[in-house]
């Protein structure tokens, strides 16, 4: 089975690490990457694209992707109305590297998307942690 991710994160070294390690964790020849540096890019690839899975940072220079997915959780597109897979909500990781009371209050905001399946692990994080999160988003066994 072929997947379709979206990785979004304005530092281009950690895009590319969380590219590879997908292609890696997934077979590289089974997964289709695509990837952005800012919340313009993730709003638009969000609206237009299926995609299996997506990661994202939460601060980009041009915003907060978490303010970002909070819109996009009440857009139509998004929401409800559109249709998916058995009705599915749609897989997201929301990556950060900030701790403390700002990564609890993250995780509670990622915790209250309604149309999304959503985690929040913060950054930096490794295979195990990444493949886990693919075994609950059902992309590996």
Known sequence: MAYKIL?????????NAVAQTLEFILKKN??????????????????????????TD???PDGNAMDALEELDRHSAIGGEKERRGGSKLPLIVMSERGGQDALDLAERV??????????VRKPFGVRELTEALKHYGLVQ
């Open 7 to 15: 990785v979004v994160d304005d530092e281009e070294e950690m895009r």
């Open 30 to 55: 089974n997964v289709q990457i695509d990837e952005g540096e800012n919340v313009a890019y993730l709003k638009e690839m969000m609206l237009n694209g299926e995609y299996n899975l997506t990661l």
């Open 58 to 60: 939460n601060n980009m």
């Open 111 to 120: 915790a209250r998307l309604k149309n999304f399946d959503a985690t929040y």
